[in-house]
């Protein structure tokens, strides 16, 4: 049973644009909703996370949107640059046993 | 944050090996944790590495599969054992900083069993 469902696959976006990725979840005990970005051959990096007592996070170009009701939750990249290209993952936990479940991953690629 | 490193970052093994992983964090942390991500794919949880006790593993991972050591808060190692094709991934290895709910991963170890 896959608990967070990540999409698109893939996505393909032209330099200044705006990369939107979604996630939905299925367990309304998860409490905490972080994103994370992973280049080839590194480990995923935290880029962002959101709790559900918010309904919006930013941090410079990357915001997280969030609706508790529909159980959604999406990462927009603003103003997208070719080294944001990379693989991001959603993911969610819950309370603080730190077990994320993850999303199966968005790779963007953004185009010069 | 933490700094966490890993070895090997990649190896190559034989069918019926078995290889240790070594993490190494700058911290003293109380959840480490080992995940699985197959080439092109999301990450699995394998377990969650318990200081002074014996891991804890998730459904489709057994200990002796993937016997994990914690001997204090800032290392752990994953042993793959009799190894197959089928455990080529990459293995991370992630930590959870108390008092918060984030967690950051290692850069990695490639394995690939020919």
């Known amino acids: 049973q896959q608990q967070v469902k990540q999409s698109p696959q893939s996505l393909i976006v032209q330099k200044g644009g705006i990369s939107i990725i979604n996630c939905a979840y299925e367990n309304t005990a998860f409490d905490y909703f972080p994103w994370y970005q992973q280049f080839p051959g590194k480990g995923p990096a935290l880029l962002i996370a959101i709790r559900p007592d918010v309904s919006e996070k930013k941090e410079g170009r990357f915001t997280i949107s969030f609706n508790k009701s529909a159980k959604q939750f999406s990462l927009h990249i603003m103003d997208s640059q070719p080294g944001d290209s990379a693989t991001y993952f959603c993911a969610a936990s819950k309370g603080s046993n730190y077990k994320l479940t993850f999303g199966k991953g968005t790779l963007l690629t953004v185009n010069p | 944050s933490a700094v966490i490193s890993q070895k090997p970052s990649r190896d190559i093994c034989q069918r019926g090996t078995s290889l240790t992983i070594q993490c190494q964090v700058d911290?003293?942390?109380?959840?480490m944790f080992w995940y699985r991500q197959q080439p092109g794919q999301s990450l699995t949880l394998i377990a969650t590495a318990n200081q002074g006790s014996e891991a804890t593993y998730e459904s489709g991972f057994v200990i002796d599969k993937f016997p994990i050591s914690r001997p204090n808060l800032t290392f752990s190692t994953l042993t793959v054992s009799n190894m197959s094709p089928e455990d080529s991934s990459i293995y991370l290895c992630s930590v959870g900083i108390s008092g918060t709910y984030e967690q950051y991963f290692g850069p990695g170890t490639r394995l690939t069993v020919t």
């Open positions: 911290s003293q942390v109380t959840m």
